[in-house]
C-alpha cells in the first residue's frame, strides 16, 4: 500500500531528533572538551564524568623493542594468555582462549585469581615456557586507578564481572598473591594495560605517529598521549602520559540529556546500568540494534510499518542484532534481504516497509559515527592546543567489531571528524589484536626505559 504523506511526517517526526546537526556536534565536541579539562584539573575531577585515568604509559613504542612477552588480555569477548615474540620485522603471536565459568566471574576474588593463574600454568605447561621467566603485561579491560605501570586499582566491574573482594584492590597484588598460593614463584607482572592503550601501542609500534587508542566494539572508549604538564591530577611535568578517558561514561552527568531521545531513554532504563555510561549507549555495537528495535516498535505503534501489525518476537530486549544494521545497510543488498531478516522476526514487511527499516537503521548508525566524531574532535583538538601546534598530524589506534565491519561507520566518522577538526589531519589504522599485542609492547617498552 501506498503510504500515505501523514505516515511519512510521522517518520520524519520520529526520526527528527536523531539526525544531528553540525551546531548539535560542535556543542557535543565543546562539551567534552569541557569534561576531559575537569577531569584533569584536581580540584574539579570529581565534575567531571570523565574519569581521565593516568595511565603510567609515557612512551609509544619506538619500533626498536624485542624479546617474548607474556600477556594476559582479561575484559574482552574472550579470556586469553598469550606469548608474544617482538621481533626485529614482525611480531609473534600464540594465545589460547580460556572459559571463565559465570560462577567463577561472580563468585569470590580469590576464586577468579587462582581460575586466572591456573589457566597460565597450563599455558605455559603447552608452551613449554615453565623455565622462563618472562615479564607479563596485564590487559585489564575495566576502570582502574592506576598507581603505577604495574599497580592498578579496580573501580568497578563490568561486562558481567562481579568477583567480590576485588574493588578497592590492586589487580597485580591479587594475581601475585593467586601466584604464591599455586607456589609460581617465576611469575613477573610488569604492566597493567587498558584495551584503549594495548590498540594504541599495537598500532604504534608501526605508526610512531599513533598516539590515540579508540575501540568502538561491545562498548566505546579513547586513550590519547596528553602533556604531562596538563595533567593536573597528577605531579611532574616533564614528558607525555596516555590517559584513558573512560569515555564511555561521558554524560553520566546528565551533560548530554538533551540529546537523549525517548528511545536512548527506553534503551537505558532497561539496561543492567541505568545511568551509567551514557555516551557508550549512543554509540556503541551493545545498544544499536536496541535503539532501531524501539524505534521500529513506536513506528508499529503509529501505523508506519508492518500495516501496524508487530510480532512477539520484536518484544524481546536485543532481538535486534547490531550487526543487523551492518547487512541491512549493505550498499546493493537486495530489499528482499532486508525482508528475511525482518520476517525472522516474524514480521511481514513489504517492499516499503524494508526501505523504511533501512533508513531507522542509516539514521541510528550515522549518529553514533558523528557523536564518536564530535568526541574525536575534541581529543585531536585538546593535543593540538596542548603542543602549542598550528596543526596536528596523528594516527588513532583502531579496534572493535561494529568499526571494523559496518560499512559505513568508518567513513561517516572520518567525515565528520575532518569537518569539526580542520587543523587536524587524522589516520585511522586497524589494530590487530590490539590487547596481545599491545600489552607485550608496554611491558617491552617498560623494560627498555628500565
Ligand atoms: P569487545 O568490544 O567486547 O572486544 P567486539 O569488538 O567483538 O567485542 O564487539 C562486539 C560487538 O560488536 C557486539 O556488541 C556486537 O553486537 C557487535 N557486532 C558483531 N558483529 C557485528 C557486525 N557485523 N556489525 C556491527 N556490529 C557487530
Not at 210 to 221: F, K, R
Not at 414 to 423: G, K, T, V
Request: glycine share 8%.
Amino acid at each position: 500500500a501506498l503510504r500515505t504523506v501523514a505516515q511519512r511526517n510521522n517518520m520524519e517526526r520520529l526520526l527528527a531528533p536523531l539526525r544531528l546537526s553540525r551546531t548539535d556536534l560542535q556543542r557535543v565536541q565543546a562539551l567534552m572538551r569541557q569534561e576531559m579539562e575537569r577531569g584533569l584539573d584536581r580540584e574539579r575531577n570529581a565534575e567531571s564524568s570523565l574519569r581521565m585515568l593516568p595511565t603510567y604509559v609515557c612512551h609509544t613504542p619506538d619500533g626498536t623493542e624485542r624479546g617474548k612477552f607474556l600477556a594476559l588480555d582479561l575484559g574482552g569477548t574472550n579470556f586469553r594468555v598469550l606469548v608474544v615474540h617482538v621481533a626485529e620485522d614482525n611480531i609473534d603471536i600464540t594465545n589460547e582462549i580460556y572459559v571463565i565459568p559465570t560462577a567463577v566471574m561472580q563468585g569470590t576474588g580469590e576464586a577468579l585469581f587462582n581460575h586466572i593463574m591456573e589457566c597460565i600454568m597450563d599455558f605455559q605447561m603447552k608452551q613449554e615456557l615453565m623455565d622462563q621467566v618472562l615479564p607479563l603485561g596485564f590487559t585489564f579491560s575495566f576502570p582502574c586507578q592506576q598507581l603505577g605501570l604495574d599497580k592498578a586499582v579496580l573501580l568497578n566491574w563490568t561486562k558481567g564481572f562481579s568477583a567480590s573482594g576485588c574493588v578497592g584492590q590492586d589487580v597485580v597484588q591479587m594475581l601475585r598473591e593467586a601466584a604464591q598460593r599455586k607456589q609460581h614463584t617465576a611469575l613477573k607482572v610488569v604492566a597493567v594495560v587498558n584495551d584503549t592503550v594495548g590498540t594504541m601501542m599495537a598500532c604504534g609500534y608501526h605508526d610512531p605517529k599513533c598516539e590515540i587508542g579508540l575501540i568502538v566494539g561491545t562498548g566505546t572508549n579513547t586513550c590519547y598521549m596528553e602533556e604531562r604538564a596538563k595533567v593536573g591530577t597528577m605531579d611532574g611535568d616533564e614528558g607525555r602520559m596516555c590517559i584513558n578517558m573512560e569515555w564511555g561514561a561521558f554524560g553520566d552527568n546528565g551533560c548530554l540529556d538533551d540529546f537523549f531521545t525517548s528511545f536512548d531513554r527506553l534503551v537505558d532504563e532497561k539496561s543492567i546500568n541505568a545511568g551509567k555510561q551514557k555516551f557508550e549507549k549512543l554509540i556503541s555495537g551493545m545498544y544499536l540494534g536496541e535503539i532501531v528495535r524501539q524505534i521500529l516498535l513506536a513506528l508499529v505503534e503509529e501505523q508506519v510499518l508492518f500495516c501496524g501489525k508487530s510480532s512477539h518476537k520484536l518484544q524481546n530486549r536485543d532481538i535486534f542484532q547490531t550487526k543487523f544494521l551492518s547487512t541491512i545497510e549493505t550498499p546493493g543488498l537486495a530489499l528482499v534481504q532486508v525482508q528475511g531478516i525482518l520476517s525472522n522476526l516474524e514480521l511481514d514487511a513489504s517492499y516499503e516497509d524494508s526501505v523504511l527499516v533501512r533508513e531507522v537503521c542509516q539514521t541510528v548508525s550515522l549518529r553514533a559515527a558523528h557523536l564518536c566524531a564530535a568526541g574525536m574532535a575534541a581529543v585531536v583538538e585538546k593535543m593540538r592546543e596542548s603542543r602549542g601546534l598550528e596543526q596536528l598530524t596523528v594516527t588513532v589506534g583502531v579496534d572493535g567489531t561494529l568499526y571494523k565491519m559496518h560499512p559505513h561507520f568508518s567513513r561517516n566518522l572520518q567525515q565528520m571528524l575532518q569537518e569539526l577538526a580542520p587543523l587536524c589531519n587524522v589516520t585511522f589504522l586497524q589494530s590487530e589484536d590490539g590487547s596481545g599485542k599491545g600489552a607485550a609492547l608496554v611491558a617491552a617498552v617498560a623494560c627498555r626505559g628500565a
